[in-house]
């Protein structure tokens, strides 16, 4: 984290408003990437990071909306403590990506007036879409799992072919001759194991 971003005035000077457009332009990287949550920066930085990173971020939404109801300070201290302590596991990345969102009017017009509650429910909002491209991400790595156990798959008359056994189109066949022909090996070892015995013994009588 430090080696990164260097001292904290530093992440702060970096990962300013301005460079939510760049969340904006690799949308697939501001969810996927490294970028700190709001955890990582509490840990590396101090508990009070989170909240001094978010307070710049909440100004700079109420002057691009020209908010009538601007906030006052205490105001926007609450809401970006409020953010910090229930949205933790959030990474900057994502939060930049949706303070742009914001601002491009995904969550609504609010006709200049921007208040607490209304910055909450839009952020619950980009939470669902956040979540529903994880769940999107995590199917299409499933499905390419899967493609790529059935390129890999072989049909069961080719497993036949293979290993010898007659040829079998149904794989409930397959498995059914291959446990016949388990069973009689099992036995046949048992059977030659005990003629062993049997020969051991004999050979034993013979000798006294």
């Not at 530093?10 to 697939?28: G, K, S, W």
């Not at 990506?97 to 200049?112: D, E, I």
């Not at 980009?126 to 799992?145: C, G, L, P, Y």
Request: overall charge neutral; some cysteine; proline content about 4%.
């Amino acid at each position: 984290m430090l080696e990164k971003y260097g001292s904290r005035d530093e992440f702060l000077v970096t990962m300013n408003p301005d460079t939510q457009i760049y969340a904006a332009r690799h949308q697939d990287r501001a969810f996927f990437g490294d970028a700190p949550t709001l955890a990582t920066l509490k840990a590396a930085y101090g508990p009070n990071t989170p909240t001094m990173w978010l307070l710049p971020q909440i100004l700079d939404l109420v002057i691009y909306c020209n908010s009538k109801g601007t906030l006052n300070s205490r105001q926007a201290q609450f809401l970006a403590d409020a953010i910090a302590n229930d949205y933790y596991y959030l990474k900057v990345s994502e939060f930049l990506l949706f303070f742009y969102r914001f601002k491009l009017g995904n969550y609504g017009n609010f006709y200049g007036v921007v208040d607490p509650m209304l910055v909450t429910v839009a952020l619950e909002k980009f939470i669902k879409e956040r979540n529903d491209v994880i769940i999107r991400r995590e199917q299409e790595k499933a499905d390419a799992e899967r493609a790529k156990l059935s390129d890999n798959a072989i049909t069961p008359a080719e497993y036949c072919r293979r290993a010898g056994f007659p040829q079998f189109t149904d794989v409930a066949d397959v498995a059914m001759y291959k446990a016949r022909c388990d069973n009689f090996i099992d036995t046949l070892c048992r059977l030659i194991h005990t003629l062993c015995i049997i020969a051991e013994s004999l050979e034993q009588q013979h000798v006294k």
